[in-house]
């Protein structure tokens, strides 16, 4: 058995938590492979709507294992309360939920770091989050990090001390910059605490055993390929790999054991916080596609900047992920735009081109539009590819060319009912 991996093939905000939780009931097992409480995974159904951030889409399941692998960063406040939440609507999280003892955490401390560095940057900004994600990693990756197997070690208090006085040297270093680390250690530890409560899991056998047992696995990411560490339009990235190798290291299986890897894309494009973004749209276009889209960040709160979908971007995610087959979000809320313009394009120095040059910035390179008639029809009712309008069957024609890969299911809406699977 082969390890399937559903992951954003743009800058985040895809639509990943309601289309894991629509295809969990085919698997046995969900696992998230990186990212953090940064993540904001959508999901609606019964006319509720539930925001997942560090939990995989496919806790609504009863029947489904949901693992939180060793690529993923913890910060056990926001963790304590999502379990809470859960509890609260029944729940029983305790017996499907298994968290990896090599996943990371998150301290109070790794936070301040964040909004401190964040702070000094000024007008560089990224636009992180503020969740502590990057000190987290950073802290990975210099070999100082606490992870959740520590937790029950008998000097986990110690060691938990020594990181916090090196963060605090670190804090010292930033002229005016003040924080109250008493009261957010309370709730840290009252986290601590109910991290304690669950499963720790080896995750890396559990998964491979799993696979062994012929039991079907979704990896699921966070964020979307485009914010990747490596492949992302750095420095405004994530601290991780969203990419579909992620899921290698993220959960412990071998290259050889991925299977299907579906990519979610948005009908247009969408962007939270700093960075590039060629096709952004800065007239009352990209005000109604926001305001009708309801585009703004499930984690943050932000506004999310909104523009015309971008497909060198798209052809470059599809192409380093290996995407086997596409899901595509939000068409209805491109309904009644008229004409809808696909950045199919750039033109870098006078010279036209469909790569992703290493410099993506606005003043560097100049989006080629091709134009496609929109429809008019309201999508959210839709619920069989028959009865889609014939303008929208061509923008999906013409995507599946470009892009060399089939649309496998479409979303008309936020509920989980609200989704089509195409097969012709």
């Not at 995989?56 to 693992?67: D, E, L, M, R």
């Not at 991780?240 to 959960?251: E, R």
């Not at 890969?405 to 699977?421: A, C, F, H, Y």
Request: with cysteine; charged share 20%; net charge negative.
């Amino acid at each position: 058995m082969k390890l399937d991996v559903l992951l954003g093939l743009q800058w985040g905000d895809e639509g990943k938590g309601k289309i894991v939780d629509v295809l969990t009931p085919r698997y046995e097992v969900i696992a998230r492979f990186q990212g953090g409480p940064n993540a904001g995974h959508s999901l609606e159904f019964s006319g509720i709507k539930h925001v997942l951030h560090t939990i995989p889409s496919g806790i609504f399941h009863t029947q489904t294992a949901n693992v939180v692998g060793n690529g993923v960063v913890i910060d056990p406040v926001v963790f304590k309360k999502e379990t809470d939440a859960l509890h609260n609507m029944g729940v029983d999280i305790q017996k499907n939920l298994f968290i990896s003892k090599k996943a990371h955490l998150i301290l109070p401390t790794h936070r301040f770091l964040d909004a401190a560095s964040e702070a000094a940057k000024g007008q560089a900004k990224i636009g992180s989050t503020l969740k502590g994600i990057g000190p987290a990693y950073m802290d990975k990756t210099g070999r100082n990090g606490l992870r959740v197997g520590d937790i029950s070690l008998p000097d986990f208090k110690e060691r938990y001390n020594f990181l916090v006085e090196k963060h605090r040297e670190i804090l010292s270093h930033y002229e005016g910059f003040t924080y109250e680390l008493e009261e957010a250690e309370q709730a840290f530890f009252q986290g601590i605490e109910n991290l304690r409560s669950f499963e720790h899991i080896d995750s890396e056998y559990y998964v491979n055993q799993a696979l062994l047992e012929g039991k079907a696995v979704l990896a699921e990411g966070a964020q979307g390929s485009l914010l990747d560490i490596d492949f992302g339009s750095y420095p405004f990235v994530t601290s991780s790999n969203t990419v579909s190798a992620g899921a290698c290291t993220g959960l412990g299986v071998a290259p050889g054991k991925i299977g299907q890897v579906y990519g979610i894309f948005k009908a247009y494009c969408t962007r939270v916080g700093s960075g590039p973004f060629p096709t952004e749209l800065f007239d009352e276009t990209g005000e109604r596609i926001r305001a009708v889209g309801r585009e703004f960040g499930a984690t943050t709160g932000r506004p999310r900047r909104c523009g015309w979908l971008d497909l060198p971007a798209l052809k470059y995610s599809v192409m380093i992920n290996g995407v086997t087959g596409l899901i595509m979000t939000k068409a209805d809320v491109l309904s009644g735009f008229g004409d809808i313009q696909v950045c199919t394009a750039y033109r870098v120095n006078g010279v036209e081109t469909e790569a992703l040059p290493y410099n993506t910035e606005a003043n560097y390179i100049e989006p080629v539009y091709t134009s496609m008639p929109g429809w008019s029809e309201d999508l959210t009712g839709v619920r069989s590819y028959d009865q889609i309008p014939e303008n929208l069957k061509r923008y999906i024609s013409f995507l599946e060319k470009a892009l060399g890969v089939p649309v496998k299911i479409l979303s008309v809406g936020p509920d989980r009912e609200q989704t089509i699977e195409i097969s012709r």
